[in-house]
C-alpha cells in the first residue's frame, strides 16, 4: 500500500511539472530555462567560494611571489563578483517571472474558472472546499503556487553542489560521504512526513478562511449596515468572528507543533552530521596526513555539503508544499470536466419549448456533524410535461422545492433520479453552457454590477455598440415566434426580425426593455440616463437603485436575452401589488410563442397563466387553472381566499 502511495505521489509531482512548466512556457517561453540557468551560476559560485582559500594557503605555504599571489586573488575575486552578479539577475527575474505569471495567467484562471464552474459543483461542500484550497493556492505573492519555479531551481541548485562537494569528499574520504547521504536521507523522510501531515490541515484551513471572509466581506456592506446598527450586532458579530478566529488558530496551532517537531530533530540530526565529519577530518590534520590548504578545502566542502544537504532538505520539503498547492489548484481547473462532445445543441430546437419531467428527484447532501454526509430530500418523484408556450405557475410555502425545481429546469443541477427532456432529447445530453441560452430568468437572489445601467441590462453586448450572441437571438426568434408585430417592431431597425448594427438601435431596444419593465421614468430622472454607473461604494458618481427598482432592472435584462423559456422566481417580491400586477400584465404579452414559468407567493397574479402547480414537501400536490383548482377546494384554494382577506375592502 505505501509503494502504491509512494508511485502516485511521485506521478503526481510529475504531472504537475509538466502541467506548470508547460503553462510557464506559454507565459514566457524562456522562463523554463531559468532554473537550469540559475542553479549553475550558483553553483560555480560556491565552488569559486571553497577554491579561493585553499589556494591562497598553498600560495603561501610554498612561498610564492607576491605578484602571482595578487594576481590569483585578483582573477578569483573577479570571477566570485561575476558569479554573483550573474545569479543575482537570474534569481531576480525568477522572482519577477514568477509573480507575472501568478497575477496574469493564474488568478485569471481561477476567476474563470469559477465562472464557467458548473452549478450544481460550484453550490455544492466539494466544491466550496475545492474552490478555496485553490484560491489559498495563488492567493499570496509570498507562498503557494508562485513559489513553484523558485523551489525547482533551489532543488536543482542544492542536488548540483551535492554533486560537486560530494565527489570532492569522495575522493578525501568515501565513509564520510555515505554517513552524511543517510543522515540526511532521514531528515529527508521526516520532512517529507511532516508536509504530508500539513497538507492534510488544507481542508480544515479552508473551512475556516471561508468563515473568516465571510465575515469580513458580508458585514461591511450597505445593506447589512442597517441591520447591524437598528439591532446592535456588533458585539454579536465580534462574538461570531472570535469563534472562527478561534478554529482558525486551532488548526494553525497543530501546524506549528509539526514544524517545532521537524525542527528540532534537523537540529539534532545536523549536528550528527556535521558533528563526525569534522571530527574526522581535525584527526587527519594533526595526525599530518592533509596539508593546511587540503583541511581548509575539505573543511568548507563538508560545511558547503552539510547546507547543500540541509537545503535539499528544506527545499524538498519546500518543493513538496508548492507540490500541494499546485494539486489543489490543478484539481480545483478540472472539478466538474464533462469531457466529450454532447448529443445535442440548441440549434436543434426550432421554435417553441417543451419539457416533461420523467420520476425526477434530487437531493442535497450536508455534513452531519460526525464525518459523515446526510441526505436532505427536495424533489420527489416529479413527473410532468410543460407543453410548447405553455405559462405555468409554481405556487407553494417557503421550502417546497420551487426554487429547486426551476434550478432542474435551467440544467443549473442535475437529477438525482429520473430524468428531463426537452424537445424530446435529454437534456443531459446538451453541453450546459449552450442549453442555457434557451432561458431567459429573474431569480430571487440576483446582483447587479459596478458598471452602467444599460451594461447590466445587455452583458454581453460590446461597448461600441456591436451586437452580442443574445442580440443575434432576439431577432431569430422574435421572426420565428410572430412576435416581431407585437413589442419589437417599435424599435428602428429590428424589421423582420433583423438587428442593425447601430448603437441606436440597440439604445431603442434596451429603452422598450425598460419601458416594459415600468422603470423608464427612474432611468430618465438620472443625470446620465443609460450611462449611469451602478453600486455606489464601488463606481464614481454610482448610484444606488431601491429593491423593487433593482428586481426591474433585472426583469428588463431578461427582456433583452429575449430567450424562448422565461423563467420569473419571485422576480417581484419588493414591488407592492399594484406595480407587480402592471409587470406580469407587460409580460403576458411579451410570452407569446414563448414557455414560461412562474413562481409567486402572490396567488392573484398567477391567474393569467395556462396551469397552476401547487407543491407541498417536494411534491405536486395540485394542478389546474385557477377557476379548477378553486372548485377543487383544496390547499390553492386555502391560500387564495387567506391572501384575499388582505385585499377585500372594509364596509
Known amino acids: 500500500c505505501e509503494e502504491k502511495q509512494m508511485k502516485e505521489h511521485l506521478k503526481s509531482m510529475a504531472d504537475n511539472f509538466r502541467y506548470l512548466l508547460h503553462e510557464m512556457y506559454l507565459f514566457r517561453k524562456g522562463s523554463i530555462f531559468l532554473p537550469v540557468l540559475g542553479s549553475i551560476f550558483r553553483i560555480f559560485l560556491s565552488l569559486i567560494t571553497l577554491w579561493i582559500p585553499k589556494l591562497i594557503l598553498d600560495l603561501i605555504e610554498s612561498r610564492a611571489d607576491y ?3 595578487l594576481l590569483w586573488i585578483l582573477v578569483s575575486s573577479s570571477g566570485l563578483l561575476l558569479m554573483s552578479v550573474a545569479s543575482a539577475l537570474v534569481h531576480n527575474r525568477i522572482d519577477s517571472y514568477s509573480q507575472s505569471f501568478l497575477f496574469t495567467r493564474l488568478k485569471a484562471g481561477w476567476e474563470e474558472k469559477m465562472i464557467e464552474l458548473d452549478y450544481d459543483v460550484f453550490a455544492s461542500h466539494e466544491g466550496k472546499v475545492c474552490a478555496e484550497k485553490a484560491r489559498n493556492a495563488i492567493y499570496s505573492p509570498n507562498f503557494g503556487v508562485v513559489t513553484y519555479l523558485g523551489r525547482v531551481t533551489g532543488l ?18 568515501p565513509l564520510v560521504l555515505a554517513g552524511l547521504l543517510l543522515l540526511s536521507g532521514i531528515e529527508l523522510w521526516a520532512g517529507e512526513l511532516a508536509e504530508k501531515h500539513r497538507h492534510d490541515l488544507q481542508e480544515e484551513r479552508a473551512g475556516a478562511n471561508r468563515k473568516l471572509n465571510y465575515i469580513a466581506y458580508q458585514t461591511r456592506g450597505i445593506r447589512e449596515g442597517k441591520d447591524i446598527r437598528i439591532y446592535s450586532m456588533r458585539e454579536w458579530l465580534r462574538g461570531i468572528a472570535r469563534n472562527a478566529v478561534a478554529g482558525k488558530d486551532r488548526v494553525e496551532a497543530q501546524a506549528s507543533r509539526l514544524d517545532f517537531g521537524k525542527m528540532l530533530l534537523n537540529g539534532l540530526l545536523i549536528f550528527l552530521r556535521n558533528g563526525c565529519a569534522y571530527g574526522y577530518f581535525i584527526w587527519q590534520y594533526l595526525q599530518g596526513n592533509m596539508t593546511l590548504g587540503d583541511f581548509t578545502l575539505s573543511f568548507a ?12 532538505v528544506q527545499g524538498y520539503t519546500a518543493f513538496r508544499e508548492a507540490d500541494y498547492y499546485v494539486t489543489d489548484f490543478r484539481q480545483f481547473l478540472e472539478l466538474g470536466q464533462s469531457g466529450g462532445r454532447k448529443k445535442y445543441n440548441t440549434s436543434m430546437i426550432d421554435g417553441p419549448v417543451s419539457f416533461h419531467w420523467d420520476h425526477v428527484s434530487f437531493s442535497y447532501w450536508e455534513e452531519d456533524g460526525k464525518g459523515g454526509r446526510m441526505e436532505i430530500p427536495v424533489l420527489k418523484n416529479i413527473s410532468l410535461t410543460i407543453k410548447a408556450g405553455e405559462k405555468l405557475a409554481i405556487v407553494g410555502v ?5 426554487t429547486t425545481f426551476v ?44 458598471v452602467s445601467i444599460r451594461e447590466n441590462i445587455t452583458l454581453d453586448m460590446d461597448r461600441d455598440g456591436r451586437p452580442g450572441e443574445s442580440k443575434m437571438i432576439i431577432g431569430e426568434r422574435t421572426q420565428k415566434s410572430g412576435m416581431e408585430k407585437n413589442v419589437w417592431e417599435r424599435i428602428p431597425g429590428t424589421e423582420n426580425g433583423i438587428w442593425n448594427q447601430g ?31 451602478m453600486v455606489k461604494q464601488i463606481t464614481e458618481n454610482g448610484t444606488e437603485l431601491s429593491g423593487g427598482e433593482q428586481q426591474r432592472l433585472l426583469l428588463a435584462r431578461a427582456l433583452y436575452k429575449d430567450a424562448p423559456v422565461l423563467i420569473l422566481d419571485e422576480p417581484t417580491a419588493a414591488l407592492d401589488p399594484i406595480a407587480e400586477n402592471e409587470i406580469y400584465q407587460a409580460y403576458g404579452r411579451l410570452t407569446e410563442g414563448k414557455t414560461s414559468v412562474f413562481i409567486s407567493h402572490r396567488l392573484a397574479s398567477t391567474r393569467f397563466c395556462d396551469r397552476i402547480l401547487v407543491m407541498e414537501q417536494g411534491e405536486i400536490t395540485e394542478s389546474g387553472t385557477h377557476e379548477e383548482l378553486m372548485k377543487l377546494n383544496g390547499r390553492y384554494a386555502e391560500m387564495f381566499r387567506v391572501q384575499s382577506e388582505y385585499y377585500v375592502p372594509c364596509t
Request: with cysteine; glycine share 14%.
Open 67 to 69: 605578484t602571482d599571489l
Open 156 to 173: 536543482l541548485e542544492n542536488a548540483g553542489g551535492i554533486l560537486a562537494l560530494g565527489s570532492m569528499i569522495w575522493v578525501l574520504q
Open 301 to 312: 566542502a563538508i560545511t558547503g555539503l552539510g547546507n547543500y544537504l540541509g537545503s535539499l
Open 398 to 402: 417557503n421550502g417546497a422545492g420551487k
Open 407 to 450: 434550478k432542474l429546469l435551467c440544467g443549473l443541477l442535475k437529477p438525482g433520479e429520473g430524468s428531463i427532456s426537452v424537445n424530446g432529447m435529454n437534456l443531459a445530453d446538451f453541453d450546459g453552457k449552450d442549453y442555457r441560452k434557451l432561458f431567459s430568468a429573474v431569480f430571487q437572489k440576483s446582483g447587479l454590477l459596478p
Open 503 to 533: 448603437k441606436d438601435c440597440d439604445k431603442d431596444a434596451v429603452w422598450t426593455c425598460i419601458r416594459l419593465a415600468n422603470l423608464e421614468e427612474k432611468v430618465r430622472s438620472l443625470p446620465e440616463g443609460l450611462d449611469t454607473q
